[in-house]
């Protein structure tokens, strides 16, 4: 029997838009109108320094994993790809452990069609044992044995040297 390869793929910023949620609640609490083209290049935190305990304070809350929305393509996508690969969704959950139940509970809705024994709840994605990493955070690259594969998002729009895609439409492209 082949081995199917295997392809790790972060939540979110890459299947769940966390920013989009983020910055929503960022601007109801401050009672702002900031845009994401506002801070391309850098984090929410990083764009208001003065607050920015304040504004990742935010994401411990134990229900701001929950409800954010898909990003589009990556259902579909992610099905297609579950038939010739092997999938996980691997967060780095533990970097706010009160995400863990939330974040749990919306891949179950959103991912049905993944084994919940396919979610890896981590903090150092250098411990995955896959071929490939897609992921918006290139320190998750350091470490990881495999292809690391940069999701485009706001934040990391400078950086360079990366094997790089857009979209789910490019996410498909490059493996099917």
Not at 123 to 138: E, M, P, Q, R
């Amino acid at each position: 029997m082949e081995l199917l390869k295997r392809i790790a793929v972060d939540m979110d910023e890459v299947v769940a838009d966390f920013g989009g949620k983020h910055l929503k609640l960022y601007n109801e609490t401050y009672q702002e109108s900031v845009s994401a083209e506002d801070f391309l290049g850098r984090r929410l935190w990083q764009y208001d320094s003065h607050r920015a305990d304040e504004i990742l304070e935010m994401l411990n809350d134990t229900d701001f994993f929950r409800d954010l929305d898909v990003v589009e393509g990556s259902q579909d996508v992610l099905k297609e790809l579950h038939e010739h690969y092997e999938i996980f969704i691997a967060t780095a959950a533990m970097e706010r452990p009160t995400s863990f139940t939330a974040k749990y509970e919306w891949l179950r809705e959103h991912f049905p069609f993944l084994s919940d024994k396919n979610f890896v709840f981590c903090g150092n994605k250098g411990i995955l044992h896959a071929d490939y990493l897609i992921d918006d955070s290139v320190r998750h690259f350091k470490g990881f044995v495999g292809q690391g594969i940069l999701y485009t998002a706001g934040h990391n729009i400078h950086e360079e040297g990366y094997v790089r895609v857009k979209n789910w439409q490019e996410v498909r492209d490059y493996f099917l």
